[in-house]
């Protein structure tokens, strides 16, 4: 049984920052790129993050300079170290692990997420 639980969010003024985690089980961590992504009200949810098994990473443009994916493949962690926070950056956040077979998560499969909210 996959399990992904994220933490980590919430509410921080413009230019904070902020370190989401993501803890998954029931698969073999390190075999799995994973993302993060988030979606914010009325809009896509949209890939904001990844990193292979290999520690490769990319990132959307809108953070790039900003946020960091890393991964702990010993406590099957990856976090997203966000700086420089931005308004535009509210959103829920969501964690995801792609395997040979696709992105774990998708349609109404997605997990609670956890909420980023950045407000002066």
């Known amino acids: 049984q996959v399990q992904i639980v994220e933490s980590g969010g919430g509410l921080v003024q413009p230019g904070g920052s902020l370190r989401l985690s993501c803890a998954a089980s029931g698969i073999r961590f390190s075999s799995y790129t994973m993302g993060w992504f988030r979606q914010a009200p009325g809009r896509q949810r949209e890939l904001v993050a990844g990193i292979t098994g290999g520690g490769t990473t990319n990132y959307a443009d809108a953070v790039k300079g900003r946020f960091t994916i890393s991964r702990d493949n010993a406590k099957s962690t990856v976090y997203l170290q966000m700086t420089s926070l931005k308004a535009e950056d509210t959103a829920v956040y969501y964690c995801?692990?792609?395997?040979?077979?696709?992105?774990?998560?998708?349609?109404?499969?997605w997990g609670q997420g956890t909420q980023v909210t950045v407000s002066s």
């Open positions: 995801n692990a792609h395997g040979i077979g696709g992105w774990m998560y998708n349609g109404d499969s």
